[in-house]
């Protein structure tokens, strides 16, 4: 794997740079495989894994930006996909590194019963323990999926995705079914390029672009692992570009895959056939309900009617919000390139008719998508419900690059190599359990052992932190380039010194709380979690221990035994009940304090400094 | 005005920075200077260069491990440099085709260069600054690099001349006063301005990468360039032989290394004999060990010792103080359980050779 990686870092810039570029670029490429060499020396405990993710996401950087600015660049949309390839073609294994995971296998269950018993009857594939091949034996059907008459076990997700990957899965298993996917990767970034270039987009801004939209979050991680995303995107990309030309021969068959990947795909087929004013497209949308009905037996599977009634406008808020700025699925942590779309959208009348096309065609998606309990994408990768419109997006700032402040692109750039590392070196922390918190607040919060995770804008559940984050959106217009990464500085560096004070509210199942016993609420990998209020369970001898600020606070819990506690050196007996209670409780001094639990049990959920 | 912009910048960053210490090494304490100077070399080249502000923020709160912490400060200290003398303003101009920025008549970038990679290499910590005699020396290394014509070759040079110049005493300001001297000379005899810019972007890199140990990269200079061995368990034995003294050890399970060091032994040259080692009759010599404190900044001037082939030091003090004592580590006999080690009867008097211990 290393040499493979080695020898595709330097194939990469033999691809497309020429000439003095190219010259430069090897200088820079043979210091900093000096200066690796130097620190792999001289760190000999560092963790390999993160240590050769790294230096590879710093080189592929480091190529982004000569082939981003370089003066001799060989350009295409072919050599575009080229790159891409090679790229996902490393990362592939990368992801592999833990077994699949979220409806990963449940795709691939499928696929593999098409191939062997010609039926979609996972029922036998579950009693044979077939995903056992893909590390996952643990896999069982999940709560809630179709049952047939006769007792056949079918999969919740729509089965096209399972066809496409037929080829690839008979070929070479797991492998070729990411392949796949893969594939469809680089048709996508193929076809984005050229998308870009028909839109009238300057080389340079494409170039740009490029290695952002193709090489970065989410596309990467989607485009290696097995989710109908990307291939999505693909299609939807092609149904744009073919409303674009008018050619219903292109634009009619891309809409048709798109919608059989996931039935939600209809709310942006909906807008793309009204983009396109051709009514007898309609007939399109039936064609997964058909699909799926004949799979089934229930046209809309797992889904109802009622979904499409709209819900309380606040819900729209915090969705909106959260796919905006939320620390733990939102593009301004997980994505943040993508923001500067806000400068396309306030450049609307200029924008390229595609965006517009684009953005419009989407509208009925987002707007249902938004207030959905699940809005962040449940157990997958984060931005899953986005990733279709990131070429849209990725378009619309290619369109306005010279707009785009540099100074936040700068710290965007370090950041998404900082993402895409990550994401290769532990792939398995794609997935997080939305409690809240995120993969960043959670390691300092625990290496500190206070509250960091408070200082993370979080939609999933609701902190202060969350409408200042909307502040940070200001960063993607304000032009000023040192200043906004010095006030970058300035802001970590405060946001440093406050989160090392105690909060005003502490959750028991934070990761900055230290547990002496107990276990989490509701357990880990619960469907819809955000529809509990979350937990620490404690029983009896059973102890957290927090930082907490002097004063009188109030607990918020739920006992069924009842239950008594120490809390700071002193004792409180609650009564048991079936909801949620409070009582005050009084902290006499700020620092480290201990909640014990003398008998009973108790579902502690948060202490609130009143 | 725009330079009015710069300076709050600089301000602002120190103020970031300060606010994010909390780790206590001279290094970490120093990161608000470390913060000007990266604020300085974004004036000099891309004002993107003050991305390792926001850096430096995030590797003083997240990276808990001190050595890679400080190699993270390094790295953007390198980054910074390397990346001025590549593009910064008011270098001698690139030959015509080689592209590059316009120099700023008003500006010169090569000796504020030169002069901010030299106050991160010698004057961190703060409190061991001799500030006669730095100031002296940044005099000297300005004009070396004027004297060389203001190209990274000359920034290369005057950091390295200025670097290896312990100024303990005073007199060893004669080394960078003579290769002055030197280039003076040669520049009037016709040497023309060299750029070397790769070679000397590399070598900067390095000395910087490695700033936060400076002192090391100055007096122990392959130590950086060494594989560093990994963390094992280290039976300690401490012991101080005189010449013709010979002690006998039981060998402890597991160990492959004696560790050893000489005291007094500074003024000895390579290859010269401090004892023996028995079964296998091993020659402990000037070259798999050192004096103990000959990379000490006082007493360098005077040492003739390398650093031991397989240096077994440990890394003391940061900065421009930092050093490593002179243990080495000799491969014990396949399979010994007894060793005999006895120091050199040719010794001097007061010189000794130090068993350390067992790795």
Known sequence: ?610 | MENLRWIAAAALSAYACSLAVHHTTPIDLALPFLAIAVTLLAWLSYSEVLLGVPVLVVAEIAVPDERLRLLVFGAVGATGVAIAVNVGRGFSPPPPGEGGLKPRPTLDGAPIVALIALLLLRWIPLGHVRYGRELLLLAIAAAIVFVLGRTPFAVTVAVVVSLVTTAVPLRTLAFPLAVLLIAAAARTFGMPALRLVWPSTVVLAFVMLFFPWSGIVARAFPYFLQRAAPEKPRTLVRQALAPRQGETYWVPEGATHLIVSGANVAHLRRGAILGRMEPGAVDIRIGDVADWGYARREAWHKAHNPLPRDAAGEVRDYGYEAWIDGAGRIPLPRGARLIRVTADGALPPHVSLQVEGFE
Not at chain 1, 48 to 54: D, K, T, V
Not at chain 1, 160 to 186: C, D, E, K, Q, R
Not at chain 1, 202 to 226: C, D, K, N, W
Not at chain 1, 310 to 330: A, E, F, I, K, R
């Open chain 1, 1 to 610: 794997m290393i040499a493979a990686t080695v020898l595709a870092l330097l194939v990469l810039p033999l691809l497309v740079l020429r000439g003095r570029t190219l010259l430069r670029y090897c200088g820079v490429d043979a210091a900093t495989w000096l200066f690796a060499w130097i620190l792999w020396r001289r760190l000999p405990g560092f963790d390999p894994r993160l240590a050769f993710a790294a230096l590879a996401v710093l080189k592929l950087a480091t190529f982004a930006l000569f082939l981003a600015a370089g003066a001799q660049v060989r350009w295409s949309a072919n050599r575009a996909a080229l790159v891409a390839a090679i790229v996902y073609a490393l990362a592939i294994p990368a992801m592999l590194g833990r077994p699949i995971d979220g409806d990963e296998p449940f795709y691939l269950l499928v696929t593999d019963s098409v191939t062997r018993d010609f039926d979609l009857d996972l029922a036998n594939q579950y009693r044979a323990r077939v995903a056992a091949q893909w590390e996952r034996g643990d896999v069982v059907p999940q709560f809630g999926d179709p049952v047939g008459k006769r007792g056949e076990q079918y999969s919740r997700h729509e089965p096209f995705l399972s066809l496409l990957m037929i080829p690839g899965y008979t070929l070479a298993g797991l492998h070729g079914a990411i392949a796949t996917i893969a594939l469809f990767g680089v048709l996508l970034v193929r076809s984005t390029v050229r998308w870009m270039e028909d839109e009238g987009i300057g080389e340079t801004a494409i170039r740009g672009v490029f290695p952002f939209f193709a090489l970065a979050p989410p596309m990467l991680f989607y485009a290696t692992r097995i989710w109908p995303e990307v291939p999505a995107a693909f299609f939807f990309v092609e149904a744009l570009r073919g409303v674009r030309e008018q050619r219903a021969k292109r634009w009619m068959p891309a809409l048709l895959g798109m919608v059989l990947l996931k039935l939600r795909f209809v709310l942006v087929a909906a807008g793309v056939v009204a983009a396109a004013r051709k009514k007898r497209a309609l007939a399109i949308l039936a064609v997964p309900l058909l699909v799926v009905w004949f799979a089934t037996g229930d046209p809309l599977n797992v889904h109802t009617w009622r979904e499409l009634v709209p819900m309380n406008p606040m819900n729209y808020l915090v969705g909106l919000c959260g796919l905006l700025v939320d620390g733990m699925s939102g593009l301004l942590f997980q994505a943040p390139f993508y923001l500067f779309a806000i400068v396309a959208l306030l450049n609307w009348k200029t924008a390229p008719r595609g965006f517009r096309t684009g953005i419009l065609a989407s509208l009925l998606y987002v707007f249902y998508l938004i207030p959905r309990g699940e809005w962040f994408g449940g157990w997958a990768p984060p931005l899953r419900y986005l990733v279709f419109l990131m070429p849209v997006l990725a378009l619309g700032i290619a369109a306005v690059w010279e707009k785009v402040p540099r100074g936040t692109l700068a710290m965007a750039a370090a950041w998404t190599a900082g993402l895409v590392t990550h994401g290769l070196a532990y792939p398995w922390r794609l997935f997080h359990e939305f409690t809240g918190e995120n993969a960043a607040g959670e390691w300092l919060s625990s290496h500190y052992h206070t509250d960091f995770s408070r200082l993370f804008p979080s939609f999933i559940r609701l902190n202060d932190a969350a409408w200042w984050g909307l502040l940070a959106l200001l960063l993607f217009v304000i032009r000023a380039k040192r200043e906004v990464i010095v006030a970058s500085a300035l802001g970590l560096a405060v946001a440093f010194h406050v989160a090392r004070q105690p909060g005003r509210i502490v959750h028991f199942e934070d990761a900055h709380v230290t547990h002496d016993g107990g276990r989490l609420y509701p357990e880990p990998f619960t469907v819809m979690r955000t529809a509990y209020t979350g937990g620490w369970v404690l029983e009896a001898s059973h102890s957290a221990t927090f930082l907490a600020r002097q004063g009188t606070h109030t607990l918020h819990f739920i006992t069924g035994l009842g239950a008594t506690f120490e809390l700071a050196g002193n004792a409180y007996s609650v009564p048991a009940g079936e909801r949620y209670q409070t009582i005050a409780v009084r902290i006499p001094q700020t620092g480290p304090t201990t909640f014990r639990v003398l008998s009973g049990a108790i579902n502690v959920d948060r202490l609130e400094a009143r």
